[in-house]
């Protein structure tokens, strides 16, 4: 599995508080049978992170985790906020993309419920190349949510639910029927820590949601469509 939304560097944003902190999280991936994690601090008004160095403080994360043993490879993104997105340069972007390849973006929505001004960023960044990878839409919800997603699917956008989410659902809950009607693509742990709040794990998200996704589907979800993200390659459709 490949976990494509986590706070993994150390005292940057909100995310880990220092290099030990990192390192359990990755022993937290490694446990859950996650392979691969991409560190996506926040590029927010409220986070002073520099983006021309994320790819150096994941490389001194993954020479930790190498030195420690750790089998998780770390790469570098980011979670670009919707409001700062049209204020990055090209090469920001590019260096914020999803694995560092500048294919796509993950875009945590405004504040507040999914509108129409999401529909136009993800057409100007498609302008530019990049494809959008939206975050945690269970936060976003509101009257016309199942609409603002099959918009969002219609212009190219993967959605990532968030993988603690899914797996504390009931068994006939909204991300269920969802997930059927091809509206979850990706799950992330948005993990911040390995000492309080949501843990680096993907696999009982996608437990739940293998009762209702085929076996070909389950695989798109878990590898195929990550790593292409990754490869900054198109994906190919949801089976």
């Known amino acids: 599995m490949i976990d494509l939304h986590c706070h993994i560097l150390p005292g940057l944003d909100d995310g880990a508080l220092d290099m030990t902190d990192s390192v359990a999280m990755a022993r937290q991936a490694e446990q859950d049978g996650i392979a691969v994690v991409c560190a996506t601090p926040h590029v927010r008004h409220d986070h002073a992170v520099e983006i021309e160095e994320i790819a150096s403080r994941v490389a001194a ?70 494809g959008c990878v939206i975050a945690h839409p269970e936060r976003h919800a509101g009257a016309d949510f199942e609409e603002r997603l099959r918009e969002l699917a219609s212009r190219g956008c993967l959605i990532q639910w968030t993988a603690e989410f899914v797996a504390q659902g009931i068994a006939d809950d909204l991300v269920l029927r969802m997930a059927s009607d091809g509206l979850v693509h990706l799950l992330g742990s948005d993990a911040h820590s390995s000492l309080a709040g949501r843990p680096v794990r993907l696999a009982s998200g996608f437990e739940r949601l293998a009762s209702v996704c085929t076996p070909a589907r389950m695989i798109w979800m878990t590898d195929e469509a990550p790593q292409a993200i990754l490869r900054a390659e198109p994906v190919t459709p949801l089976p």
């Open 61 to 130: 994360v993954q020479q930790e985790l190498d030195e420690q043993g750790v089998s998780v490879r770390v790469t570098p993104g980011g979670e670009l906020a919707q409001t700062e997105a049209d204020s990055l340069t090209d090469e920001q972007l590019h260096l914020v993309a999803l694995g560092g390849a500048g294919g796509w973006v993950l875009l945590e929505p405004a504040p507040g419920p999914i509108t129409s001004d999401l529909d136009d960023l993800v057409d100007r960044l498609a302008g530019k190349g990049m």
